[in-house]
């Protein structure tokens, strides 16, 4: 059964970079783009990354994503205390034909 | 702007049925696929299902192929979710979404389904 991990916690003080991870198989991530959405405390996901390092209007290019092989990854840079989410992957499964979503990270500023 | 108000949520006994919807304002709505996500209470993301923009394609998540089944009215701009034979493990927020068949770009604010005798 294929699946989409992600790591379910990531840290860094403000200023920092950090890094999440997505990791996949050759049915989903390696064959089709990736998209992370970013979920604030208490309100809806909202788009981030789209077809794998594109950034929407508006998102700050604080935020990168790229992807190699069955892997993926988002940057963020100049961290900041209102990044403090949970930070979601996902990626169409050709395999399965489902949309299939990472675990999620939940992202602490100290 | 993108707008979808989702709809239709509430408390429902288990084998019973409900559904959403979700209407879309603000953008071309029979130009794209939707797609319903729903989140357990504590829970990450989970894909349930996505319609075709003229609602000739359906595709489910394998835990509720067979119960729930996506429909959309362009007429009406549009998205339903029928849900049949609730069990408690679909207690969740439901989110309508736009996107085309692989992909999520804008989310509505989501509608609690709460499934429990």
């Known amino acids: 059964q294929p699946v989409v991990t992600q790591p379910p916690s990531a840290s860094g003080t403000p200023g920092q970079r950090v890094t999440i991870s997505c990791s996949g198989s050759s049915s989903n991530i390696g064959s089709n783009y990736v998209y992370w959405y970013q979920q604030l405390p208490g309100t809806a996901p909202k788009l981030l990354i789209y077809r794998s390092d594109q950034r929407p209007s508006g998102v700050p290019d604080r935020f990168s994503g790229s992807k190699s092989g069955t892997s993926a990854s988002l940057a963020i840079s100049g961290l900041r205390s209102e990044d403090e989410a949970d930070y979601y992957c996902a990626a169409w499964d050709d395999s399965l034909s489902v949309v299939l979503f990472g675990g999620g990270t939940k992202l602490t500023v100290l | 702007q993108v707008q979808l108000v989702d709809s239709g949520g509430g408390v429902v006994q288990p084998g019973r049925s409900l559904r959403l919807s979700c209407a879309a304002s603000?953008?071309?709505?029979?130009?794209?696929?939707m797609h319903w996500v729903r989140q357990a209470p504590g829970k990450g993301l989970e894909w349930v299902a996505v319609v075709s923009y003229d609602g000739s394609i359906e595709y489910y998540a394998h835990s509720v192929k067979g119960r729930f089944t996506i429909s959309r009215d362009n007429s009406k701009n549009t998205l339903y979710l029928q849900m049949n034979s609730l069990r408690t493990e679909d207690t969740a927020v439901y989110y309508c979404?736009?996107?085309?068949?692989?992909?999520?770009?804008?989310w509505g604010q989501g509608t609690l389904v709460t499934v429990s005798s």
């Open positions: 979404a736009r996107g085309n068949r692989r992909e999520i770009d804008y």
């Open positions: 603000g953008f071309t709505f029979n130009n794209y696929a």
